[in-house]
T-cell receptor, first 114, second 113 residues
Framework: DVKVTQSSRYLVKRTGEKVFLECVQD?????MFWYRQDPGLGLRLIYF???????EKGDIPEGYSVSREKKERFSLILESASTNQTSMYLC?????????????FGPGTRLTVT | GENVEQHPSTLSVQEGDSAVIKCTYS??????FPWYKQELGKGPQLIIDIRSNVGEKKDQRIAVTLNKTAKHFSLHITETQPEDSAVYFC????????????FGKGTTLSVSS
């Protein structure tokens, strides 16, 4: 059974803090993704990675960076958290093959920046 | 790149009725269209998908139809049940070079008994 885990379900941080959101998958997937989910805006892609040490920008990368040092782990970093980054953050993973586009999502981390 | 529009944003039905959610896409080369269901407190989960070489696909009470000419696809849920209440997202491949998806903004379906 595929499992994508995220380090925290709820997180409260102060403005200006550096924030790390961790995601781990156990299915040996090549692809990993970070989304943020806001009411009325759906799922917006922040960054994704097709391989270790590789990253590509999504639609809203500003204010975020990522790290992928191991295949199973993909970290999202907020260098200096701001209140407009208060949101639900979802991690997902998938196989690289075009025959299998299905993405498996973690439960999400609800981040509040005060 | 691809753009996906989803309607309606909210949908309320009585138990036993049918529900239809529609999405349009912009890239005529798109060839894969999944639907995800997100229950409260959980991440989205794939419930059905369709590739552009077929016009319809069914799985028990859910079905997806694809109209390539009009560039739209729809999710149909028949005999709705309270457990169908959730947020539903349609999606398409962002661009033909990779496997990343672009999602619609979601539809909140409420099924009342």
């Amino acid at each position: 059974d595929v499992k994508v885990t995220q380090s925290s379900r709820y997180l409260v941080k102060r403005t200006g803090e550096k924030v790390f959101l961790e995601c781990v998958q156990d299915m040996d997937h090549e692809n990993m993704f970070w989304y943020r989910q806001d009411p009325g805006l759906g799922l917006r892609l922040i960054y994704f990675s097709y391989d270790v040490k590789m990253k590509e920008k999504g639609d809203i990368p500003e204010g975020y960076s990522v790290s992928r040092e191991k295949k199973e782990r993909f970290s999202l970093i907020l260098e200096s958290a701001s209140t407009n980054q208060t949101s639900m953050y979802l991690c997902a993973s998938s196989y690289r093959l075009a025959s299998s586009y299905e993405q498996y999502f973690g439960p999400g981390t609800r981040l509040t920046v005060t | 790149g691809e753009n996906v529009e989803q309607h309606p944003s909210t949908l309320s039905v009585q138990e036993g009725d049918s529900a239809v959610i529609k999405c349009t896409y912009s890239d005529s080369a798109s060839n894969y269209f999944p639907w995800y269901k997100q229950e409260l407190g959980k991440g989205p989960q794939l419930i059905i998908d369709i590739r552009s070489n077929v016009g319809e696909k069914k799985d028990q009470r859910i079905a997806v139809t694809l109209n390539k000419t009009a560039k739209h696809f729809s999710l149909h849920i028949t005999e709705t049940q309270p457990e169908d209440s959730a947020v539903y997202f349609c999606a398409a491949i962002r661009n033909q070079a990779g496997t990343a998806l672009i999602f619609g903004k979601g539809t909140t379906l409420s099924v009342s008994s």
